[in-house]
């Protein structure tokens, strides 16, 4: 049984020159960007000047492309080795986009990747790749809830070489600067079964009848998640990604590895948080003794100390999983996904709220990191899968499990003890 989490000489060399690239390279220039010590914060051009420059310097530096083969320009990394990559790049927030393997452009790539036809690769991905443009993935509608996208109400119909679309989407993230759209909408009127309902398209952007009508202002401010109007848009039935009612299936497709890469940077986020946590309690001084020597506050640090510890197992066996069913079909990873999902968003709320608990008003201004990745870490429990909706399906794998087998053991991981 080969149980090894060693990283290889040459991962590790890799892992060293990542995490000293994000500190050395990075950290500087977000703190510029920021406006952190005396510098007043970028905005505008002259930010995304800055992250343009540290991009091309990634580049020059090899670190590129993490998750793309290299056929493709990128690194040629499995899901294992990947997960320490995302969890060394996030450590910064523009480590992943540094790296090109930012949402949603990164859950595109292995869309396109996947479905594309080679036409389309050559017009999408390969500019993508190349970090020459940027793309949104469209799928969630304000009248229908976007945890079943059975309910998807945009629609599209067919007149001569072109397909119609009329409908509304929000919460486009990356909209705004989007080359292109991976739009998925409603195509058959009577599928066989409700998930082959729905096509997706790829449309160039920015088009006649793709109206962007706000971005949409959220907890954490009005940072590119736009809502969609969509008027008599036409597009030639070249621009259909995979087949007649096969968006459904692309969703889903898409989701398993792009939620994993979420949990891995949630990871580097969580850590940074238990890392603080740890410092504030060494340095504060309350009622005869530091933070770090009281029990309330140990527990704090134990609790979080096991959940992250737990996260990064749940994430390392569900990426081998995805790794192996890259050569081997019978192997399914969407029950470890889905578990890690859930459980690395929640564990990531729970450690940024004892950090900022254990900082007390500091750790609630926004002097610290902490309430930005507070605000940020909010949407992690319900976007790409809702809580509920997880443990709706893990629960059915669990009785599946057990009606099948006598045994709920298949779906704890399907593991050797
Ligand atoms: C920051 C951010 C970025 C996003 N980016 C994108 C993007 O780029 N593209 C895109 O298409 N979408 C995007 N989304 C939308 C996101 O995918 C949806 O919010 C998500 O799918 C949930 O859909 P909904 O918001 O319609 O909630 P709903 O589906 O209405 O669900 C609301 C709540 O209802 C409950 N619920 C739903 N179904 C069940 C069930 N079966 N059992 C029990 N409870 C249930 C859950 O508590 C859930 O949180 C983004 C969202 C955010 C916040």
Redesign the pocket.
Known sequence: MAIDFTLSPELEELRIRIRAFVSDVIAPVEAEIEGHGDHEPLGGRDRINKLIELRKQAHAAGIWLPHMPEEWGGMGLGHVELAMVQAEAAKSRYGPWVFNCQA?DEGNMHTLLHWATDEQKEKYLKPLCEGRTWS?????EPEV????PTLIQTHAYEDGDEWVINGH?W???NARRADFAILVCRTEDDPDIPQAANSAFIIDLPQEGWNDVREVE?MHGGTG?SEIVITDLRVHKDQMLGGRGQGHLLGQYRLGPARLAHCMRWIAQAETALDMMVDRSLNRFSHGSLLAEKQGIQWMIADSTMELYQSKLMVLHAASKIDAAATDDSVDFKAEVSMAKHFVANMLNRVIDRAIQVHGALGYSTDTPLAHMYQHAR?AR???G????HQ?RIAQRTINAYTDDGSTRRATGDLPI
């Open positions: 949603p949104c993935f469209a799928m969630t809830a976007g945890s079943d989407k919460f486009i993230s959220t998640h949407w319900f976007a790409d809702a809580d509920e909706v709706m």
